[in-house]
């Protein structure tokens, strides 16, 4: 593969955006909105005890076999579930912030 000759000059952005070039943005955060729920569901339930949980909550959906309520094991998860999204939102909120104020700094 040969690789073409490139011109660029200092401080004339201009110029330098004729060519498009690649840039050199930073991208450290996980999430958006759209892709937040389904990709932070599916970590969460990575996890052996929240993935136990679930399993235990559709055991409980079948009156047969069930004890207990789905109540009881449908509240502990969701509270966990949603402390541990909040968590991880706020995370990637500010990697979000972060990464735009280094993308927008000045060099």
Sequence with gaps: LIEEERRVIANNREYNEKFQYANNRIKTSK???????PINLFEQFQRVANAYFLFLLLLQLIPHISSLSWFTTIVPLVLVLTITAVKDATDDFF???SDNQVNNRQS
């Design 31 to 37: 999430y958006n909105v759209v892709t937040f729920l």
């Design 95 to 97: 990697r979000y912030k």
